[in-house]
């Protein structure tokens, strides 16, 4: 059944994720100790018809470390696929009957095709201690041997409990934002329908190029093992 599901999601299948993260940007959450989370985005763009699917395998090294490996737009023409490892660490701070998350990591990016040079994409940031929102801002630094894009910008995310079943969560509305000439910002709701499965449906906008189509619809699908 573990095979048969990441195989489904792989191959079914923004940017440089290799992360657990609210749409795209990097989130505080992480699969607990020893588990196996195999997610993939299905992207569709209006403009030009084309799907590009992002899947990744994530695994809980610690409580508070996680690792990953995925592969970056892997598309309907065949345009830039490259591979994208990840760590992601996080430390809890006290705040009155609270907590937040000072979490932080490091992706790892390699051409496989018609893709920019290697590079990596670091990040710090800091989720506060509200207990019915998650709320995180942070900044990136981005370094690539082949581009001059933007190197650093800030990163901001939310996430807003809104149905709930007794204790247990299930649907989440929920949006990120990063700064720059290629950055993005998201739109969208997260669905549990169980312990395993998580959908995330969202909208997303580049912020710049909109008239030329750098917009999209996304589907996030992850199942979680053990």
Known sequence: ??????????????????????????????????????????????????????????YGVTENLE??????????????????SGLK???????????????GGEKFYIPLHDMDGVGNYSYAMLRLPTPKVSASFGVY???????????????????????YRGEKNYLYALGDWSSGSSGTGAVGVEGHPGTKWVFTPNYQMGNTGIKDGNHNFCLTVSYTFN
Do not use: C
Request: aromatic share 12%; charged share 10%.
């Open 89 to 103: 660490y996080r430390v809890k701070y006290h705040w009155g009957k609270g907590y937040g998350l000072v979490y």
């Open 67 to 84: 690792a990953a490996m995925g592969v970056e737009n892997f598309s309907t023409n065949g345009q830039q696929m490259g591979l994208v």
């Open 141 to 163: 630094n981005q370094f690539n041997v082949n581009t001059t894009a933007d190197t650093t910008g800030a990163l901001l995310a939310f996430k807003v409990k809104t149905i």
């Open 1 to 58: 059944m573990r095979l048969f599901v990441i195989t489904m999601l792989l191959v079914g299948s923004v940017a440089l994720k290799a992360q657990s993260t609210y749409v795209n940007v990097p989130a505080p959450s992480q699969p607990d100790k020893g588990q196996v989370t195999a997610q993939s985005d299905l992207n569709y763009y209006p403009v030009g018809t084309e799907g590009v699917f992002h899947p990744q395998v994530i």
